[in-house]
């Protein structure tokens, strides 16, 4: 379901594309809608990001995945178009997230930082407007929905969810929590071998 501003926001978007090949017309409403409006709010992200993968057909994915598995020359690790990456209300994801879906529409995109931006500052001014990294170790890989629905933010109606407490972020503060606690334990235990030795080298002083 698209939204009044969509096509004008598709268009919009086209300004940012890295080389001008990238296929912006795919991306699904929400993601055109929130990746538009960060445009919109933030100079620097107009002056130093731009759109680096957008979306392909399912043609052009079955044309990647076959020239990589068949280790033709130049082409990179591709998904299986077929491969199902999860279902949600009858709704099938398959392929790749750049992969156009059953109802046409592409569900992530890649973004490129040049000059003086750094993903931290990108990060601030996308996650602003409900675009979030999905994918850990892709700092440039962004979605507004996931298998479970839309991720936090600002919607075409003028309502906005909040942040709140999905599994996905309560697994990483877990994991944050056990980083922490270990780090912590450790300098606990070399500061008690720090007194130790002092102890020991007091005592062979005296
Ligand atoms: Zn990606």
Same mark, same amino acid.
């Given at each position: 379901m698209t939204y009044p501003d969509y096509e004008g926001d598709l268009a919009y978007l086209e300004q940012f594309r890295d080389d001008g090949d990238e296929n912006v017309r795919l991306l699904e409403p929400l993601l055109a809608f929130r990746l538009s409006r960060a445009y919109r709010r933030s100079e620097r992200l107009r002056g130093f990001l731009r759109i680096e993968s957008?979306? @392909?057909?399912?043609?052009?994915?079955? +044309?990647? +995945?076959?020239?990589?598995?068949?280790?033709?020359?130049?082409?990179?690790?591709?998904?299986?178009?077929?491969?199902?990456?999860?279902?949600?209300?009858?709704? /099938?994801? @398959?392929?790749s997230w750049h992969m156009a879906q059953e109802d046409g529409f592409v569900y992530a995109v890649d973004l490129t930082h040049h000059g003086a931006l750094s993903w931290d500052d990108a990060h601030d001014d996308l996650r602003a407007s409900g675009l979030h990294t999905?994918?850990?170790?892709?700092?440039?890989?962004?979605?507004?929905?996931?298998?479970?629905?839309?991720?936090?933010?600002?919607?075409?109606?003028? /309502?906005?969810?909040e942040d709140e407490m999905t599994p996905e972020l309560e697994e990483k503060l877990e994991g944050l929590a056990t980083w922490v606690f270990n780090g912590t334990t450790m300098i606990l235990k070399r500061l008690d071998e720090l007194e130790q030795q002092l102890a020991t080298t007091k005592g062979d002083d005296e």
């Open positions: 957008a979306g @392909r057909t399912r043609d052009a994915q079955q +044309y990647l +995945y076959d020239g990589w598995k068949d280790k033709r020359a130049g082409f990179n690790m591709a998904a299986n178009p077929d491969r199902i990456i999860g279902s949600r209300g009858g709704f /099938t994801f @398959r392929g999905t994918v850990p170790g892709e700092p440039w890989h962004h979605q507004a929905t996931t298998i479970k629905g839309p991720l936090p933010g600002p919607f075409p109606d003028g /309502t906005t969810t």
